[in-house]
């Protein structure tokens, strides 16, 4: 009988310290997948870096450099990389590229 017990305890071990925080991880990161949105950058698991162009069924339209949109599945994004903020936009300090393009007065 107590064999039976610890095989329990030892598969119950398993399941806690492995099992599930990757069914945790997986979920999230389905979640950040469905809720994609047009202009938000990904990196896909192949590496590639990109911004969303489009959201279909299974796939989305990724812009890698400007004029290049390849069409990926859902399931090869690796991470998002845009942060969903309400004041991203106001907080955001111009890059030296549109300091250079800002007429100075």
Same mark, same amino acid.
């Given at each position: !009988?107590?064999?039976? &017990? #610890?095989?329990?305890v030892? =598969?119950?071990?398993?399941? #806690? #310290? &492995?099992i599930?925080?990757?069914?945790r991880? !997986?979920?999230?990161?389905q979640?950040q997948?469905?809720? &994609?949105?047009?202009?938000?950058?990904?990196? @896909?698991?192949?590496? +590639?870096?990109g @911004?969303v162009? *489009?959201?279909?069924?299974?796939?989305l339209?990724?812009? &890698?450099? $400007?004029?290049?949109?390849?069409?990926?599945?859902?399931r *090869?994004? *690796?991470?998002? +990389? @845009?942060?969903?903020? @309400?004041?991203? =936009?106001?907080?955001?300090? $111009?890059?030296?590229?549109e300091?250079a393009?800002?007429?100075?007065?």
């Amino acid at each position: !009988m107590p064999a039976y &017990l #610890f095989i329990l305890v030892v =598969l119950a071990i398993i399941w #806690f #310290f &492995l099992i599930r925080p990757r069914q945790r991880q !997986m979920r999230a990161q389905q979640q950040q997948v469905a809720s &994609l949105q047009v202009g938000d950058e990904i990196v @896909t698991a192949g590496g +590639l870096y990109g @911004t969303v162009k *489009a959201v279909e069924d299974d796939e989305l339209r990724l812009e &890698l450099a $400007p004029g290049v949109v390849v069409r990926v599945a859902k399931r *090869a994004v *690796a991470a998002v +990389l @845009t942060e969903h903020d @309400t004041n991203e =936009l106001e907080a955001r300090e $111009p890059s030296e590229e549109e300091d250079a393009t800002l007429p100075s007065g």
